[in-house]
């Protein structure tokens, strides 16, 4: 009964605790609410279908999900020129290169090879403008937010995996009670034919494709060698990033490994080692099924004051932010290098077209290159 219970929970708490920022995300860059509906739809079942096949054939407790942190780059980003069909290109781009890290190890390594500073900058540079949503809410709609951030503190200090949904069964309960009337169905599947602009490529795909890796897939190899778990990476990095690709056409941005998520299905609370593989299969199959609720997720977001998604999409990702600016410094000889990536992707500012996230990293890696020389002449 523990691996059943501790799925389920892995569900509920990460479809509550995150889709508030993919269905964001996914607005912000330019989709409709039929069109941000269906991309949640997506993400959930390629996720759960990628999930219970990876479970069943390696027998071990592997948890996939939508990629959060990338999500919160789309927030960050402009909406693209091309609209959303633009940004359907850079989803599949990333899909795509996630395959080919999988297939050519070569380009997983050189991806491990980006310094942790400067990942770690990047990504908090990116979360960093979402994460003050809360306080911008409190000073906007303080009748709203207030009681949200409240209920947050409160259950955080007792059962921290519940503040994020108990903050958003806050947001939803005084959304309803307030604004207009919330309708919504079952969401349809909404094809959108991609085009491929090359700023959008490079300013969406390659750091949606950066941000995945280095901030889901990295970490959640790690949190199953945490647990006494060694799977192939190759195949799931094939096999979610196939998933990508199958979902990017009807909206799905990124499929990759989970993290906190994976620590729920993989550590004690699923029972003994030889059977956690059950709270990850379950958890798939649990993402899948409320994925069936995105239509009622998105006339939610569309029914609230802006600020106040994105408010509780900011407490979501403090943790995220926490870790990110903890890597940021850890490295003492790359502070500097840490410090321009930091200050570039948080101010949000697009050059040639293309977003802050890609001129962080560029400016951060040239950073530490000229460092490195310097110390060898």
Excluded: K
């Excluded at 570039?344 to 962080?360: D, E, K, N, P, Q």
């Amino acid at each position: 009964m523990q691996p059943f219970l501790a799925g389920i929970v892995a569900a509920l708490v990460g479809f509550a605790g995150a889709f508030t920022v993919v269905l964001s995300g996914l607005r912000a860059a330019g989709a409709d609410e039929a069109q941000a509906a269906s991309g949640l739809l997506a993400v959930c079942i390629a996720s759960g279908i990628v999930a219970v096949v990876l479970g069943l054939r390696y027998r071990m407790p592997i948890s996939i999900a939508w990629s959060t942190p990338g999500a919160a780059l789309l927030i960050s980003a402009d909406t693209p020129a091309g609209g959303f069909p633009a940004a359907v290109g850079a989803f599949l781009l990333c899909g795509g290169l996630i395959v080919v890290a999988g297939l050519v190890p070569p380009l997983a390594r050189l991806v491990a090879a980006i310094p942790p500073h400067v990942a770690g900058a990047m990504l908090a540079g990116v979360l960093l403008p979402l994460c003050l949503a809360p306080v911008r809410a409190i000073a906007e709609v303080p009748l709203l937010a207030a009681p949200v951030v409240v209920v947050w503190v409160l259950v955080g200090r007792f059962a921290r995996a519940w503040a994020v949904p108990a903050a958003l069964v806050v947001a939803v309960g005084l959304i309803v009670a307030t604004g207009p009337a919330v309708v919504g169905g079952a969401p349809s599947i909404v094809w959108t034919p991609p085009t491929f602009d090359v700023p959008t490529l490079v300013g969406i795909g390659l750091p949606l494709f950066l941000v995945t890796m280095a901030s889901q897939n990295v970490p959640g190899m790690a949190v199953l060698a945490q647990f006494g778990y060694r799977p192939p990476l190759r195949p799931i990095l094939a096999a979610t990033g196939i998933a990508t690709v199958a979902g990017a056409p009807f909206g799905g941005h990124a499929v990759n490994l989970a993290a906190i998520s994976a620590a729920l299905a993989a550590g004690p609370e699923a029972g003994v080692p030889e059977r956690r593989w059950i709270a990850s299969v379950v958890n798939g199959v649990g993402l899948a099924v409320l994925g069936l609720g995105a239509g009622l997720a998105t006339a939610v977001v569309v029914a609230s004051p802006p600020v106040l998604i994105e408010a509780v999409a900011g407490l979501a990702l403090l943790g995220a932010l926490a870790s990110s600016l903890a890597a940021t410094v850890a490295d003492v000889e790359g502070r500097e290098a840490a410090a321009v990536t930091f200050v570039v992707t948080a101010a949000g500012v697009a050059f040639l077209g293309l977003g802050s996230a890609f001129w962080g990293l560029l400016a951060g890696a040239a950073m530490t290159l000229l460092r490195r020389r310097r110390a060898v002449q």
